[in-house]
């Protein structure tokens, strides 16, 4: 029998800490790196040396790579997914410690000379000894580590299964590493005829408050939708205020209506989404003037369990059109007052609505144009160009301002749910079973809260609830697009079993030692074998 070069506690520790000294936090020259290194251990496995058409990047832009890894059983054709990001968040708030922030080991050690600075739970448990701080370790390297280990034990035991352990970038931002992941696993399906049976993520189970020590298996995930508004008034001087309509008046109408709005809230399972906020508002005044602002735009945050993004445009345009109704009557009273005629009331656009006035008006290469300098401006995100693609369209077509005009900016996580699925309720019973051998307590939560890349699978839309988001994201097809029709090829159920930690994004990040190193490589490796 070979040895295992990742099988022991011991060595499946080494392995994480080998992975988060590799630091990459997204959109750096680390997350660019990342994905050839892991390339390169795998190849210490003699699996891959002999067999190196198994072990596949992909691009994912920005000089980013997707890693799937492919362990193919000469006879079987069912196949599960083993997904994880490879991408962290960044690590300014480790302070003078943010050099040791990869270093865990070393980490760990240090914060024990002075644990006092430490929040009172995070002390609590670095002096019992269970817990390895740094960033990554929990969210989500662990995870990988663990598929790593689940890819060498099943090549060299021969599991009668398939195994595609599929590792991305850009988790953390705009999931850009699984939308492309996506269509990559819809062609090695095709590559090597597999058939999807599971797909396993394993981000971090998160305690539901500081005591709780429960560990979660999910059985799907949460959703989460940006609805938009750019605000178009009218520009006066301030000496002459009623010449005029700043477009901050006009924002607050409707922010007040999306902060906590109900409507949006969803329930199901016994579960609720979080209530809508505001991400972002601002107007787009470069500088101060007596000028008044008469640009503005604002950002909305809305979680889903089942509404698709046609569903939730209604809802958005209904709060908008109530929003502006409010106005338009406030207005006028102070019109009345002050004895003027007024600017004219405010309507509520879609960007739809305003791309197929502004291409009649000024012709689609214009516009296009218009368009295309936007988008090849770097120093703009997805989020920034999508409000900057309608400001510059509002300003070509004045004419239909006082407006609001709505739409969806980047990114997007549809929700997907699978608790019903009979191989699901399986496995959950089998994972609680699994876990009373430890003297451990899984539940079952089924939507997982904190956002991941499950979003990208097994989509189920009968009506092709996706059309207003196309139609409604300036920056669609362009920077930004997901792939629908490959996520619906992706069918089958979704599962995320992964290890206990504390603190993901923050500078106490902690992953639970026992729960990696000792209780998950069994429960999922007995997952897995529960498949054969
Ligand atoms: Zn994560």
Known sequence: MMGKLWVTPEKLRALLCELVSWDSITLTEGEQAFAPKLVEKFRE???????????????????????????????????IVLISHFDTVQTEEYGSLEPLAYFPEELTKKLMENPEELPESARADLETGKYLFGRGTMDMKMGLAL?????????????????????????????????????????????????????????????????????YIYTGTIGKIMPAALFYGKETHVGEPMKGMTANYIASFLTQRMEWNDSFRETDLGESTPLPVSLQQKDLKMSYSTQTPYRAVALYN?????????????????VAEDAMQAL?????????????????????????????????????????????????????????KSLR???????QCQELAPATVILF?????????????????????????SALSFNNKVDQIHYFNGICDLSYVNYEDEGKGWTAFENNTPVWGDTYSIPFDDMAELKGPVLNVGPFGKDAHQKTERLHLDSAFVEMPVMLETLIKSLF
């Open 45 to 79: 496995l003699r699996y891959f040396q002999d067999r190196p058409s198994l072990l596949q990047m992909q691009d994912a832009g920005l000089g980013r790579q997707v890693v799937t890894a492919l362990y193919k059983h000469p006879e079987a054709t069912e196949t």
């Open 147 to 215: 598929h790593m280990q689940l890819i060498e034990k099943a090549s060299v035991e021969q599991w009668p299964i398939n195994l595609v352990l599929t590792s991305v970038p850009d988790e953390e931002v705009n999931s850009a590493g699984m939308r492309a992941a996506v269509t990559h696993l819809v062609r090695i399906r095709e590559e090597f005829g597999l058939t999807y049976k599971l797909f396993l993520n394993s981000e971090p189970s998160f305690s539901q408050n500081p005591t709780d020590i429960a560990e």
């Open 302 to 318: 809305v979680f889903l369990l089942k509404r698709t993004a046609s569903e939730v445009m209604d809802l958005f345009e209904q």
């Open 328 to 384: 338009n009557e406030n207005y006028s009273m102070i019109c009345e007052r002050e004895q003027v005629t007024g600017i004219g009331s405010v309507k509520v656009l879609r960007y739809e609505e305003l791309l197929t006035y502004a291409n009649k008006k000024l012709g689609t290469e214009q516009v296009e144009q218009l368009k295309q300098q936007t988008l090849t401006n770097e120093q703009w995100d997805d989020r920034e």
């Open 389 to 395: 693609i309608v400001d510059d369209l509002m300003i």
């Open 409 to 433: 900016a980047p990114p997007y996580y549809p929700a997907v749910n699978t608790s019903k699925d009979t191989l699901i309720v399986e496995i959950v019973a089998l994972m609680k079973q």
